[in-house]
């Protein structure tokens, strides 16, 4: 009950447009968008229902959100799929509006959770959650190593530039072996 008389006292929502193409053919894409928008706090309205739908091969993501900040961080979370298109077989994301739409509340807002995604036989096949988990965006392709590490001085591919962040990277897929997650011999920078 509290959070619907602090919902009626909000007048406005965040509106949040994300299309990722190609995504049908990257496992677990849709069902990723789900878990984003959990993570988030995404919310839809009952009315319009659940709008994270497949159009051909591109996925259409629509939401609304109580705070700028909660649709700001779904949208850097969906831009992450662009920096890693290649890695994740996609052609591209494309956030629309850039900044989150501020609009008039609907009143019959609910939260969109991961329990509400179910996968279809025509899209990706992301079949199961123990997929959706595994799913190579769920886990960063990329992180952050620091300049002075063994790792960078020793098992770079570039040459070392001062004052440039460098990134490590797997070359086994850690998601799918775990064998190799934390294996020094299985990470270049």
């Known amino acids: 009950q509290y959070s619907q008389m602090q919902q009626q006292q909000q007048e406005y929502a965040y509106f949040v447009g994300v299309t990722v193409w ?31 739908y497949y159009d051909g091969d591109d996925l259409f993501v629509k939401a609304f959100f109580m705070s700028d900040a909660s649709a700001s961080a779904f949208q850097n979370a969906m831009n992450e799929w662009e920096i890693h298109k290649e890695l994740a077989h996609l052609t591209g994301v494309t956030i629309d509006p850039i900044t989150p739409a501020k609009v008039p509340m609907p009143t019959d807002l609910e939260r969109i959770r991961l329990q509400d995604y179910v996968a279809q036989d025509s899209e990706s096949p992301c079949q199961t959650l123990q997929h959706l988990h595994s799913y190579r965006l769920s886990i960063p392709v990329t992180e952050p190593v620091e300049p002075s590490s063994p790792l960078v001085r020793y098992q770079s591919i570039d040459k070392v530039v001062p004052h440039v962040c460098h990134y490590k990277c797997h070359l086994i897929d850690k998601a799918k072996s775990k064998k190799y997650q934390s294996n020094e011999n299985n990470l270049v920078a």
Do not use: P, T, V
Request: charged share 25%.
């Open 22 to 52: 190609g995504a049908l053919k990257s496992n677990g894409a849709r069902g990723n968008a789900y878990k984003f928008l959990e993570r988030h706090n995404g919310r839809y309205s009952k009315d319009l229902g659940i709008q994270i």
